[in-house]
């Protein structure tokens, strides 16, 4: 048991300090929620609405299909989707069936596709029918072993009337063409059967998901997460979240059944878009509003704003850029927001003004909370009530979770209370390790008293209340609106411009986005190049948020002895130029 959990005078009253029960497949939070709410409303898009006995019914035909297809235990399954209606079914449906989900970035370029496609060793893709993301698809599966194609439309889920006008009139997104032996989505569920094959699952060893981050080294790699650990993560969150239903009423656990509602504003692919949300209201047998694009309508985020007054939102999960997006638009005070009762943040730091004004707006109360997409993916939060949340902090770890701090040099000796040093951590959300990499298992997970930890890159430290600070970050991680961009990643690109000598990136300040990536080039000797011409030569080759806003031409970049070059030294710069403090 976490010794900063029992020193806390702040833990939730009513919040046991661990865990049980969480040995058992994920899908089986569906299995219960049909089976104690069928008729209850799951997903809600565009008015049409799926409960979770028909979510299940979908599963279970899909899990059927997919072993006719001979995907066996173990097999990796690729969901290449937006947040569509159809993207529960289907993982649940890979899990039913014995498979690994793999969520890929909907907006991925097919060079980034492919990878993730080949390195994981994909049996099956579900793509989205769409001209852009199934011509995506189509490059990206050259090299791969995916041998089923599942092709998803929209109209599968649009009321009928929608549904009908939108065939007639062409508004329903399509792809120009499909390929010979491609399965529509609609098609095997009607003719499938809904007998999920009966399974052997070891929730503690079988993996559920693998879920592609660049670590703390930028180099893409699919951390694996099993059942337990998912399921363990949302099943702490779900004791963890405590609200009044009314006014002056005593906090509970979110009701069952129908009492929320959830935004589905964050990607389902990304950890913090697909455990505090999707899995989350599944389990608590609540609705989910699935956003397919947040930035849609004019101005972009209407629409959000349309759906948070229309379904009655209740539960938002998101990322700064998002509530900062709902407090400045220009028709915010046309809506009524009032049915917001709790918001849970991450992925970037939350400034104050923000919270005050998104809570002066709505009447709803804002947590912060901190972790890992290699860890299911949260590790701490705030109380959820005002008295006992504490801003500039991201909570108390969690029911189970042990948090360390150590030293920096070497991380194997463990720091006293309130001195910074690297974040590590234990628990049962923390991952199995990255798929097929070794040598980065071996670099990111220490022993300390026969404890296996793994180091999170991250410097902070527990204060004297049991809050964990974080003072510092991932030294080379970008933050762009929540998501992760490595310099690494980036960098490559750029050195395969011709004219390109050498190239770092970094991340600057931005108002909209929290952080921007900026380039710094220094051209092969000779040659001349524009900022316009960098920028056009990335844009076709990486997903929107990694690509660089700022290009500056350099004669020469700052290296080290070993001819290493300094980003550390560039940021700094930058910093100063800009008149802030350095980090």
């Not at 039913?96 to 049996?123: I, M």
């Not at 003004?353 to 993916?377: M, V």
């Not at 049991?466 to 933050?479: A, E, V």
Request: proline share 8%.
């Amino acid at each position: 048991m976490p010794i900063e959990t029992l020193r806390s005078p702040k833990w939730p009253e009513g919040v046991p300090f661990e865990i049980k029960g969480y040995e058992r497949p994920l899908y089986s939070i569906l299995d219960n929620a049909a089976r104690d709410y069928t008729d209850a409303t799951y997903t809600i898009f565009n008015g049409a609405r799926r409960s979770f006995g028909q979510v299940k019914d979908t599963a279970d035909r899909i899990a059927n299909f997919l072993v006719s297809r001979g995907i066996k235990q173990g097999d990796r399954i690729a969901i290449f989707l937006p947040n569509l209606p159809h993207y529960p079914a289907i993982f649940f449906s890979i899990l039913k069936a014995g498979g690994v989900c793999v969520t890929c970035n909907p907006l991925y370029k097919p060079s980034e596709l492919n990878f993730q496609l080949q390195d994981s060793g994909t049996k099956a893709v579900f793509v989205m029918d769409h001209p852009q993301f199934y011509d995506t698809a189509l490059q990206a599966l050259e090299g791969t072993d995916v041998d089923t194609v599942v092709i998803c439309n929209i109209r599968s889920y649009l009321p009928a009337i929608k549904g009908f006008m939108g065939a007639i009139l062409g508004k329903i997104p399509k792809a120009d063409h499909h390929e010979p032996g491609h399965f529509k989505f609609d098609d095997i569920v009607r003719s499938s059967r809904p007998e999920p094959p009966v399974l052997d699952i070891d929730p503690l060893k079988d993996n559920a998901l693998i879920l592609y981050t660049g670590g703390t080294t930028g180099v893409p790699k699919g951390a694996c997460l099993t059942h337990a650990n998912l399921l363990s993560n949302v099943m702490t969150v779900e004791e963890w979240v405590q609200l009044p239903e009314k006014p002056g009423e005593k906090a509970r656990k979110l009701r069952r059944g129908g009492m929320h509602t959830f935004l589905g504003v964050l990607p389902w692919y990304h950890a913090f878009g697909l455990n505090p949300c999707m899995l989350y209201s599944c389990i608590t047998a609540s609705r989910l509003v699935c956003i397919p694009n947040p930035r849609a309508g004019k101005p972009p985020f209407t629409d959000v704003l349309k759906d948070i007054e229309k379904y009655r939102v209740t539960i938002v999960v998101a990322v700064p850029t998002i509530y900062s997006a709902i407090i400045n638009h220009p028709l915010t005070d046309k809506f009524d927001l009032s049915s917001i009762m709790a918001c849970g943040c991450g992925a970037a730091p939350l400034p104050v003004e923000i919270i005050k004004q998104f809570e002066d707006r709505t009447g709803a109360i804002i947590f912060e909370g901190y972790g890992l997409t290699e860890t299911s993916p949260i590790i701490t939060l705030n109380p959820t009530n005002i008295e006992q949340r504490k801003t500039g902090s991201v909570g108390l770890p969690l029911p189970g979770v042990d948090i360390k701090i150590m030293d920096l040099e070497e991380g194997i000796r463990e720091l006293p209370q309130g001195e910074d040093g690297e974040v590590a951590v234990n628990g049962p959300q923390v991952m199995s390790g990255y798929w097929n990499k070794p040598v980065e298992n071996k670099a990111v997970f220490k022993e300390n008293n026969r404890t296996r930890l793994l180091m999170t890159g991250d410097i902070g430290h527990i204060d004297e209340e049991g809050f964990l600070i974080i003072t510092d970050r991932k030294k080379d991680m970008i933050l762009v609106s929540g998501f992760n961009a490595y310099p690494a990643d980036i960098e490559e690109v750029l050195y395969t411009h011709p004219k390109v000598a050498m190239a770092a990136v970094i991340g600057v300040p931005d108002l909209h986005t929290g952080e921007a990536v900026k380039a710094f080039i220094q051209l092969k000797p000779g040659e001349e190049a524009t900022e316009e011409e960098i920028l056009d030569f990335v844009g076709s080759k990486m997903v929107g948020f990694k690509r660089p806003t700022q290009i500056e031409f350099r004669d020469k970049l700052p290296t080290s002895v070993i001819g290493k070059v300094l980003r550390r030294v560039l940021r700094d710069e930058e910093l100063e130029k800009r008149g802030m403090v350095k980090f």
